[in-house]
């Protein structure tokens, strides 16, 4: 397991070892949901909100 630090709040987010980048994880201190954007070293964003479609 390796560790990052959450760009919300600065907590340590606990990362498994096959991380891949695009993948989604969420911080268990503030509950934001990030994005791996790089894995050696790991590095997290915010994940981009999903907007809405309503079936268009």
Do not use: F, N, Q
């Not at 397991?1 to 600065?10: K, L, N, P, Q």
């Not at 695009?22 to 954007?37: F, K, Q, R, S, Y």
């Amino acid at each position: 397991m390796t560790e990052s630090e959450c760009v919300e709040c600065g907590g340590t987010v606990a990362l498994h070892d096959d991380l891949e980048v695009g993948e989604i994880v969420d911080c268990e201190t503030c509950g934001a949901e990030l994005e791996v954007v790089d894995v050696s070293p790991p590095v997290l964003d915010r994940a981009p909100e999903l907007e809405e479609d309503w079936g268009e």
